[in-house]
């Protein structure tokens, strides 16, 4: 089996309704935050947001044309050179098949070297462990652990903190590129 053709594109109005049903699914909501289910005002004045605050970037996450999940970029901040990021793989048809790999790829060239920042950090329930682990395989660094930072379904939950610098990627890059094309992908391109 071949490796579907990955794409990130800009978020477009038609997007609107698929992302919130996306994030009130629960596989994505298993991992966000917060547990309740988003209304569409909610989710309206979030949407708007998106496309006006400089602090943040969204990514429609695209598997051979069909929509199938979103990455983003937030709090950059350019004068301290850095940014957080997430993403969620929505269709669970895709989980598996190294999309993560390709994104967190893509991801980490978007913020080094198309941004030009030094740090990109992240925050993951510490019940998300294949996102943390792969984060860890791309060089990210726990940096912190929130204890019972979260509250899912009632209880608290752990969050760790990652980091990675840019001479830390550049260094780890490499070996990540050969990890995507082990899995069929080529590396994106600068």
Known sequence: MSAPKVELRDL??????????????????????T???????????????????????????EA??????????????????????????????VRGMGLGSYVEYWMLQEVFERQGLRKLWCEVLVTNEPVWR????????EEARFRQHVVKDGAPVDVLGLGILAEEWRARRPAMAERLRSKGFEAPAL
């Open 64 to 93: 051979n044309g069909a929509p199938v999940g979103l990455a983003n970029l937030a709090d950059i901040d350019r004068d301290a050179g850095r940014c957080a990021w997430a993403y969620y793989l929505a269709d669970p048809s």
């Open 134 to 141: 792969l984060h860890q395989t791309f060089g990210f660094v």
């Open 12 to 33: 477009r109005e038609d997007d609107r309704d698929r992302i919130l049903a996306w994030r009130n699914s629960p596989d994505v909501r298993a991992f966000m935050y």
């Open 35 to 61: 547990d309740h289910l988003i209304a569409p005002e909610e989710h309206a004045r979030w949407f708007e947001g998106a496309g006006r605050d400089a602090g943040r970037r969204y990514w429609i996450i």
